[in-house]
């Protein structure tokens, strides 16, 4: 009954670190989403992928970058993280359904501090 | 372009009122879908209700229920008879082809 599984849950990062944030479905389905979630901004969608193999950018993609090399995962990377970086993360999945009806099913979420 | 205000930033009520969330969405496109997510203090999100653009019949699922009006661009979401559970942020939602755009959320706190 997992669904959507983020790792690691929190971290704090220093200024000019990296890291990945992973994603992993097992509900077989097609999209796959990152969103940064920031007090009154709501969710703004980082990168998105329809499909294994693809991927593209979001409303706030700039210092990410990502992949779907396999079809349940989706990995987020911070090449040099920034204190602007600092925000609640949250993976999401879709499935691929007639006329695009399918809801966002999320994780959990992942806290990311950059000091 | 498409965009999802959620004008009530935070609301109050006292348990066993009720309260009307309002949404309203701008999209050029004839066919969308709309959606409700909750998420409450422990920080997941929740899906409540998914709408398509060619139905507009309100839904009502206990005491939740959805007003959508393509006259007005609206979707909003009333809770009836209100309970402390019902604390949460709201958030509605837009999907044009593959990609979701969210509301700022509202956030509602149910007084006991």
């Known amino acids: 009954n997992a669904g959507v599984t983020q790792t690691p849950k929190f971290r704090v990062l220093k200024t000019g670190q990296s890291m990945t944030l992973l994603c992993a479905q097992d509900?077989?389905?097609?999209?796959m989403y990152w969103y940064r979630q920031d007090p009154g901004m709501g969710l703004r969608l980082i990168h998105y992928?329809?499909?294994?193999?693809?991927?593209a950018k979001g409303e706030v993609p700039d210092g990410y970058n990502v992949s779907r090399l396999k079809k349940q995962n989706f990995l987020l990377g911070l090449e040099s993280a920034a204190p602007s970086q600092t925000s609640v993360y949250f993976c999401?999945?879709?499935?691929?359904?007639?006329?695009?009806?399918?809801?966002?099913?999320f994780g959990e979420g992942s806290r990311l501090t950059v000091l | 372009a498409q965009k999802v205000t959620q004008a009530q930033t935070e609301i109050s009520v006292v348990e066993k009122e009720d309260v009307t969330l309002d949404c309203v969405y701008e999209?050029?496109?004839?066919?969308?879908?709309l959606f409700w997510y909750k998420q409450p203090p422990s920080g997941e999100l929740v899906f409540l209700i998914r709408?398509?653009?060619?139905?507009?019949q309100n839904e009502i699922s206990g005491r939740y229920s959805w007003n959508f009006q393509k006259s007005t661009s609206s979707f909003n979401f009333t809770i009836t008879a209100s309970q402390v559970v019902d604390s949460a942020v709201y958030f509605c939602a837009l999907r044009h082809r593959n990609q979701f755009y969210f509301g700022t959320g509202t956030s509602l706190t149910v007084i006991p």
């Open positions: 999209t050029r496109d004839t066919t969308y879908y």
């Open positions: 709408r398509n653009s060619f139905d507009e």
């Open positions: 509900m077989n389905h097609e999209y």
């Open positions: 992928s329809v499909g294994e193999g693809t991927t």
């Open positions: 999401a999945s879709s499935p691929l359904r007639v006329l695009g009806t399918g809801e966002l099913f």
